[in-house]
């Protein structure tokens, strides 16, 4: 996709104007990755797709022209050494780099990974696997943006059949640009439907799906069947069609962002606008893109295919292997991309696609090279695992809105952890596992009041402060690095929690069937909660999961990204409530991820987010008062840094430590002031001092799995510290 085509289809004018647009493309993609800005940089993707299909038509309609037939294979083999050399190498990097980078469970998915990117089909295990691009919560496969390339050459496959068999159906070379626009048409037309359907009923399948895409092929797909001669323009209005275009795709870079549907309407803009560049080159006897006809530019698009099959993964690595963040890291990142792809354009593209046979002495050179650089950095981060030791995650100071998105906030709480057991009847924690509370032992209407911790929080912030000071993993973590993959009963046992049927008694529903009900009311930071208050009343209470994923269960008006798409959200909402007035339970735990309170519709930012939480969160304990013993909000855990993605064998854990941010802690804080609720501050669950370590050195334990849920295995350990905040608060269970 982001290849030269260098089979002299596209030369003079128009190959400078297209190497200009794949420029500002790539550099558009590498800036979105690095830096989050442009916030539709990654449509740089999409121009690549208008371009791919006007280049690889041209060739096809010109071999028509040229020679009266087309020869499939000829074009398929072209193809190959044009994309599978450095695509392949760029794999095998990663696959060789993955071992001591990251933990085995996530080397393993690496390897699928990087299976189904040789087979060129990563962007539907992609889509099966609902990974995305603006999923923060964790850091994605290095190989993710191979997805693209599986749409190319999926398209570099079924294109020229399609070809092929519509100028055999017209007949005669004179017709034979008709029937491809003909058939770019078509193709085209039924795309476009299919993706302003998908990208509404199924938005992560829409934006990896070949079916979706194919309109933006086919748009450069019938340019290409323009006659040079059917373009009559003055160099004048050639340049200003030309400006014209690249102020679309600049603009559309700019304003579009990750919560605008994609492909549609997404890449509208960024298409139409590299159509009116390449259209403005059409017939042109100078170069139409005059800003994008220099040297640099020419050069970054000789070597944008290398530029974008190694940023990615170096974007990836780079917060895993450097000490370093920032400017620096990005830094290092940017020189790293471009000294891989000039090594691999002149050692490896270069070599395979000058000459008719591929040059041993060129392909010996460029194996020779890459296998010393993947060699020696492996050799040395193996001797030393400390030289690329990432540094602490530093996110107390996160703005407004620098924050996961929580419509891809569903756990792997569920894949990563054990679920709670149906069948466990542990019981409540003796008042003499604890001290006794010195708080007031009612909530109040003048607010909440701290409690001291007691033996129960002391021990817990004992083993962080462990954890802080501790140069080396604990050799029995819990669970272990290789252990992270869930089995089918522990999935089995929560999946009826990611949206509970009130309806159906047995629907995510633990402990003591017989006894007094218990709900926990929340999304996906309710499933570790479950476990734990599973294991602290599961014996005497019946433990009911009212929980619902991806949802503002507390109701606060928030940014869903469609309306429609916060229509479920509503209607668990209501019924949870109706359940709640039927069964009036004991006690009634609401807990969630505060990510919501900075992604409002009404897009209040700091107090005034704050404020509108607040209210959202008096709103519904107004509404259930009456049908309810007591009401507990629970704080959540706090974002920080995926497990998985920070833990290397040899390195100091001290690479996975983050920090409290400032709107979560604003949201906490303000928690506090609901009227008739009891408030429990977990902050020192995951933090001491204001450092939040990923384990535990009282246990060993692992505190979340994933960038945001607590792991159940921790959860469960934290039912005696729960039951006393509770027991401290006045809550009598």
Not at 80 to 85: V, W, Y
Not at 396 to 414: H, L, S
Not at 628 to 651: E, H, K
Not at 662 to 690: I, L, N, P, S
């Amino acid at each position: 996709m982001l290849s030269r085509m260098n089979d002299g289809p596209v030369g003079g004018p128009r190959r400078a104007d297209i190497q200009g647009l794949r420029a500002v493309a790539v550099t558009a993609v590498i800036a979105f990755h690095l830096f989050g800005w442009p916030s539709g940089g990654y449509l740089g993707v999409d121009a690549f797709f208008v371009v791919s299909g006007f280049v690889i038509t041209g060739v096809l309609v010109r071999e028509r022209e040229r020679s009266g037939r087309i020869s499939l294979r000829a074009f398929w083999i072209r193809r190959a050494r044009r994309i599978l050399p450095l695509a392949l190498l760029v794999i095998a990097a990663v696959v060789a780099i993955a071992p001591w980078a990251w933990a085995g469970a996530k080397v393993a998915s690496i390897h699928t990974d990087a299976l189904w990117a040789m087979l060129f089909a990563a962007n539907w295990h992609y889509a099966a696997r609902a990974d995305t691009y603006f999923d923060a919560g964790s850091a994605p496969s290095p190989l993710l943006h191979y997805w693209s390339l599986g749409v190319e050459e999926q398209f570099y496959v079924v294109w020229p059949l399609l070809v092929v068999l519509a100028v055999a159906v017209a007949g005669g070379i004179r017709r034979h640009r008709t029937a491809v626009a003909v058939l770019a048409a078509l193709v085209g037309g039924a795309s476009l439907v299919w993706a302003i359907v998908q990208t509404t009923s199924d938005p992560t399948t829409a934006y990896f799906s070949t079916l979706t895409r194919a309109w933006e092929l086919a748009l450069g797909a019938a340019l290409a069947t323009v006659p040079a001669r059917a373009v009559r323009l003055a160099p004048a209005a050639r340049t200003a069609l030309s400006w014209a275009g690249l102020a679309t795709v600049v603009t559309a870079y700019l304003l579009v962002t990750p919560e605008t549907g994609v492909p549609w309407p997404a890449a509208l803009g960024v298409a139409l606008g590299t159509a009116l560049v390449l259209v403005a080159g059409i017939g042109a006897a100078a170069p139409a893109a005059v800003l994008l006809t220099n040297p640099v530019s020419g050069y970054l698009g000789d070597i944008s295919y290398g530029l974008y099959l190694w940023h990615f993964p170096l974007v990836v690595l780079a917060p895993v292997v450097l000490a370093t963040a920032g400017a620096t890291s990005a830094a290092i990142v940017l020189a790293g991309t471009l000294a891989l792809a000039v090594i691999s354009h002149h050692l490896v593209e270069r070599p395979v696609l000058d000459a008719p046979r591929v040059r041993r002495r060129g392909m010996l050179g460029a194996a020779l090279a890459l296998v010393l650089l993947v060699v020696g950095v492996g050799g040395a981060a193996s001797a030393r695992p400390d030289l690329f030791g990432g540094g602490t995650v530093v996110a107390a100071d996160d703005p407004d809105g620098a924050v996961p998105p929580p419509a891809g906030e569903v756990p792997d709480a569920t894949a990563t952890t054990e679920a709670p057991s149906p069948s466990a009847t542990t019981p409540a924690p003796s008042p003499t596992t604890s001290a006794k509370a010195t708080a007031s032992p009612r909530p109040t209407p003048t607010g909440w009041q701290p409690i001291p911790p007691g033996r129960t929080g002391t021990r817990i912030e004992n083993g962080l402060r462990g954890a802080l000071a501790s140069g080396s993993w604990p050799a029995d973590l819990n669970p272990s690095p290789d252990q992270w993959q869930t089995t089918a009963d522990q999935r089995a046992a929560m999946s009826a929690c990611v949206a509970t049927d009130a309806e159906d008694p047995e629907s995510c529903t633990f402990g003591n069937r017989s006894g007094p009900e218990i709900i926990v009311y929340g999304d996906s930071i309710g499933f570790p909660l479950l476990a734990t208050v599973e294991k602290a009343y599961g014996k005497t209470y019946k433990v009911r999961g009212m929980t619902k994923i991806a949802c503002a269960v507390n109701g606060v008006d928030a940014n869903y990204g469609k309306d429609e798409w916060a229509v479920p959200c509503v209607n668990h909402r209501k019924m949870v409530l109706d359940y709640v007035r039927r069964v009036k339970p004991k006690v009634l735990i609401m807990t969630e991820t505060y990510s919501w309170a900075v992604r409002l519709k009404s897009r209040a930012k700091g107090t005034a987010s704050a404020k509108e939480w607040l209210a959202a969160d008096q709103a519904f304990v107004d509404s259930v008062r009456g049908s309810v013993g007591t009401v507990v909000i629970v704080a959540p855990s706090m974002p920080g840094v995926a497990f998985l993605d920070c833990y290397r064998p040899g390195a100091s854990p001290g690479r996975c430590v983050t920090g409290i941010p400032t709107w979560w802690a604003r949201t906490r804080d303000v928690e506090k002031k609901v009227q008739g609720a009891v408030f429990v501050d977990t902050t020192h669950w995951y933090c001491v001092d204001g450092r939040c370590p990923i384990f535990t050195t009282t246990t060993g334990t692992v505190l979340k799995g994933d960038y945001l849920h607590t792991s159940v295995q921790y959860a469960r350990q934290l039912a005696p510290d729960l039951a006393y905040l509770l027991r401290a608060s006045g809550v009598r269970l």
